[in-house]
């Protein structure tokens, strides 16, 4: 019964029940109508039509108006409902309302504008506060017309409609931008000033995240290289532990593939030769003493054991772990039964029934680290066995440990972690914006997967096209390349970074709507998170003017064009060059290669600036088929245009000189 009808027949029956609707009023005002994304200060996009839904009672009629703009549409059978409204130009403040019976939501302050999606790893996700000259920022910080939102950084094994946890969208100003993406917003500080619209920003980013979890399922499967990680994934959704087990089957198949001889005493068992006893507090093993782990990345396998008498063994019970740096993979008695990423926070792994047993337990645990220091944690006392009953047994016996082969890969990682699984941060953080309106999305991450660059740009173009199905086929799609980080190099090298830049490279100038952000000078040697976020914020400023707005300005700084042989030299013609070529700090620039076809076949080349060309001249310069610039993780580059923007990394073909009296 509708409370309208149960409030006439009280009066009929001569019933007082104003408490109650005065109740009733309350709680339908609590139960929001529209999706947590329309709140106040929100931002909606401009000139494309306004979708805007929520969830009612099922079956009920749902009215939305905003700007003398309405729509009329029915709750399904689920409650969901979805309007959409005529486009808007840029504007506001407005009103948005929507009704459906008796509730009502009114949410105030709404603009029309661009709305952004920004998304990466942590050097999009690193704060204002962090940022070059943060406290001057700060201090001047105050902006009603562009309006921040940061999503609540959660992972899901499949996708969400609606958040975990509460968002909010907030004006600039000291206190909301303090946490706020730096990059994110020093790029609609500097785009307003030529495009003079309301600017929504969106943040949904996540330190140490790779490329994968970043895109849907489906997205994923259109590669088909992960089709066992998205098998297992839908079978952790449906039962964890039937997935785990099935993780498990499918990282031990992966080690035997990989590991050559060391793969038959399969080590998850705690069998086998090689185990050597590990310090008994354990932590960073590059503090062990041992020479083979002092500046070690990789992987190593820690055993050690547990005795159960049968009643302590047939309780439910839960392995803990201390903190793995980075990611764990572990097994009791032979049985995988969790997997971790993340070098903060220990574990907490249910065991399955009957798993453990009477008489000796073993418990062997794989840690991978790949950036500074790895391990696991210790005492004795951070490991243990928590029963049922509330019995603590730590893991007090003798660690053991062995190191994995030298020149294994990288194994994979279990498809239900968040920053480095399969989909679970589009599931999590993705999926909830669906249908909402964007100008575009800026992009900024690679540096976790330039273990694979062989991959990304495949996986570059993957995640554009998802996102593109999701929020529309004109989505801006705006690239950081990576910044340079490390020690420079003394001679030519392969480099993982260089193999992202050039993905990166390759993919935005293959689309007319994608851009690059080059940032190879405003890195940090020494820090993987270079505090310039200004200069970031221009360039992907710069380049969304081109790709996005359509000026005709050059979108990023010299790019090669054509590379031709002329004489004994090896002549490179650069485009989008502002004034003329450059070179800082000498006559010529530096940081150019010939190359062969094979590996390690690169030499320095000697540059000589000719105009809008560089002429390079080397010993290999007749047998070159590649010309590289600026190839290593934290290369040194010299070369600019007059307008202060440097030539980016690049890898370049070039046809092999001819040898033959007919060819000649």
């Not at 329309?38 to 009612?56: C, T």
């Not at 690679?446 to 570059?460: F, I, Q």
Request: net charge negative.
């Amino acid at each position: 019964m509708s409370q309208r009808k149960l409030i006439h027949l009280a009066a009929a029956l001569g019933l007082a029940l104003a408490p109650l609707a005065q109740a009733q009023d309350t709680a339908a005002a609590a139960t929001p109508l529209l999706h947590s994304l329309f709140q106040d200060h929100a931002v909606l996009q401009r000139d494309q039509p306004l979708k805007v839904w929520g969830r009612a009672e099922p079956g009920a009629q749902v009215n939305v108006e905003i700007a003398g703009r309405r729509a009329r549409v029915r709750a399904a059978a689920d409650g969901q409902w979805e309007a959409s409204l005529p486009a808007l130009e840029a504007g506001g403040p407005y009103t948005l309302v929507a009704k459906a019976g008796e509730a009502s939501q009114r949410v105030s302050d709404v603009m029309v504008g661009d709305v952004w999606l920004c998304s990466g790893q942590s050097n999009m996700e690193l704060q204002v506060w962090r940022s070059l000259d943060a406290r001057a920022e700060l201090a001047s910080a105050g902006n009603e017309r562009i309006r921040l939102l940061t999503v609540p950084q959660v992972g899901q094994v499949e996708p969400q409609r609606e958040f975990t946890q509460p968002v909010a969208w907030k004006p600039v100003d000291a206190e909301s931008v303090r946490d706020f993406s730096a990059a994110c917003y020093f790029f609609a500080r500097e785009l307003q000033k030529t495009v003079d619209v309301p600017m929504g920003l969106v943040n949904a980013s996540w330190g140490g995240a790779k490329i994968q979890p970043w895109i849907s399922a489906e997205g994923l499967k259109a590669l088909s290289w992960y089709d066992g990680e998205l098998a297992v994934l839908d079978t952790y959704a449906e039962d964890a532990l039937a997935g785990l087990g099935r993780w498990g089957r499918f990282w031990q198949a992966w080690w035997s593939r990989e590991a050559g001889a060391e793969a038959a005493d399969q080590p998850w068992t705690g069998e086998g030769s090689g185990w050597s006893p590990a310090p008994p507090q354990l932590g960073a093993w590059e503090h062990w003493g041992v020479p083979a782990l002092a500046d070690y990345n990789g992987m190593v396998w820690y055993r050690t054991t547990l005795a159960l008498d049968a009643a302590q063994a047939a309780q439910e019970a839960v392995l803990e772990l201390g903190p793995a740096d980075e990611v764990d993979m572990t097994w009791v008695n032979g049985q995988a039964v969790g997997s971790t990423y993340g070098a903060g926070g220990g574990r907490e792994y249910r065991l399955p029934s009957g798993l453990l047993k009477a008489g000796t337990n073993t418990v062997v645990v794989n840690v991978l680290d790949t950036y500074r220091e790895g391990g696991l944690s210790g005492p004795a006392s951070t490991h243990a066995v928590r029963l049922a009953d509330g019995t603590r047994l730590q893991l007090d016996a003798r660690w053991s440990y062995r190191i994995a082969p030298a020149g294994i890969a990288e194994p994979p990682r279990a498809p239900w972690q968040s920053a480095a699984g399969m989909t679970t941060l589009y599931n999590g953080m993705i999926a909830p914006l669906v249908g909402h309106g964007f100008k575009g999305a800026l992009w900024y991450q690679g540096e976790s997967n330039t273990g694979e660059p062989e991959r990304y740009a495949d996986l570059l173009r993957a995640l554009r096209s998802d996102w593109r199905r999701q929020f529309g086929k004109d989505l801006g799609f705006l690239v950081v390349q990576l910044a340079n980080f490390g020690p420079a190099p003394t001679r030519p090298t392969e480099s993982g970074w260089a193999g992202v830049r050039e993905a990166q490279r390759l993919v935005a100038a293959e689309d007319a709507r994608s851009g690059l952000a080059v940032a190879i000078d405003i890195g940090d040697r020494y820090d993987i998170h270079p505090a310039n976020k200004q200069q970031v914020g221009k360039r992907l400023a710069q380049a969304a003017r081109h790709a996005v707005y359509g000026e005709r300005i050059a979108p990023s700084g010299p790019v090669p064009r054509a590379a031709a042989r002329e004489g004994d030299a090896v002549v490179v013609e650069f485009g989008d060059v502002g004034g003329e070529l450059v070179a800082y700090s000498a006559e010529s620039p530096i940081g150019f290669e010939l190359c062969g076809a094979d590996a390690g076949s690169c030499q320095y080349a000697r540059a000589e600036i000719r105009g809008n060309r560089v002429a390079l001249q080397a010993s290999n310069a007749a047998q070159a088929t590649r010309i590289r610039y600026c190839w290593a993780d934290s290369p040194v580059c010299t070369l600019y245009d007059a307008d202060g923007m440097p030539a980016g990394p690049f890898e370049f073909p070039l046809a092999p000189q001819a040898n033959d009296e007919h060819a000649r």
